[in-house]
């Protein structure tokens, strides 16, 4: 089993729809958790950072840590053509930079 | 700054080849880490360095991977000798400190597709 898992889609919306994209983990060490988006034939670039549990919004970007289930989120509000790629959580523990990705999902949103 | 820079962006090779993928860290960045990525396993660190030093290499999947940073400016991953499993796209990425967090993200190139027939 991996340390992190993801449902890798593809998962396609419609324009302007509420997306809900998720990851599992195993590791109770991990405290600082990560969104990036990665777009086709690119490298990957951080969206969302949280630290422990909670919520954080930005803009249209919504991120949720539940520690107590190991389980984040992280929530598009209107939905654009253009927020079509692939999304990756990442976590690490304590303070470090050693991160630990999930699969990846790949979202497509449709006009 | 350009980023992160990697070269060469595709790579053909055959079987049993030598394999250099070069990487560019954003300048004042003292930390860089190599990444694989394949659709079975994801993305992998491989290894990371701070201040040219390795520090830790436990994700290099076999002794025919090795990593020099010669300068705080340059840094390679080598496969000697290639195998058609090696094939996959390879991230270099840069940070400013090992601390996670926005100010401190890594910053990714934007990869070198190896193929290995």
């Known amino acids: 089993q991996k340390e992190v898992e993801q449902d890798p889609g593809p998962l396609s919306v419609p324009e302007g729809a509420i997306v809900s994209l998720n990851c599992t983990y195993s590791n109770s060490a991990f405290q600082y958790f990560m969104w990036y988006r990665q777009y086709s034939r690119k490298g990957p670039e951080l969206l969302m950072y949280t630290y422990s549990s909670g919520n954080k919004e930005d803009g249209r970007f919504t991120a949720q840590v539940d520690k107590s289930s190991k389980y984040i989120s992280l929530f598009i509000r209107d939905s654009q053509p253009s927020d079509s790629a692939t999304y990756l959580c990442a976590m690490s523990p304590n303070a470090g930079n050693m991160l630990t990705f999930g699969g990846g999902t790949r979202l497509m949103v449709k006009p | 700054d350009a980023g992160v820079i990697q070269s060469p962006r595709h790579e053909v090779t055959e079987m049993g080849q030598e394999v250099t993928l070069r990487c560019k860290p954003i300048s004042g960045h003292d930390y860089l880490f190599w990444y694989r990525q394949t659709m079975m396993r994801g993305l992998e660190l491989l290894i990371y360095?701070?201040?040219?030093?390795?520090?830790?290499d436990s994700g290099m999947p076999e002794d025919r991977f090795s990593a020099k940073m010669p300068n705080a400016s340059f840094s390679t991953l080598k496969i000697q000798p290639s195998e058609p499993r090696d094939s996959a796209v390879y991230f270099c990425?840069?940070?400013?400190?090992?601390?996670?967090?926005?100010?401190?993200?890594?910053?990714f190139g934007p990869g070198t597709r190896l193929t290995v027939l």
């Open positions: 360095f701070n201040n040219n030093v390795p520090i830790d």
């Open positions: 990425a840069s940070s400013f400190a090992l601390l996670a967090g926005v100010n401190n993200e890594q910053f």
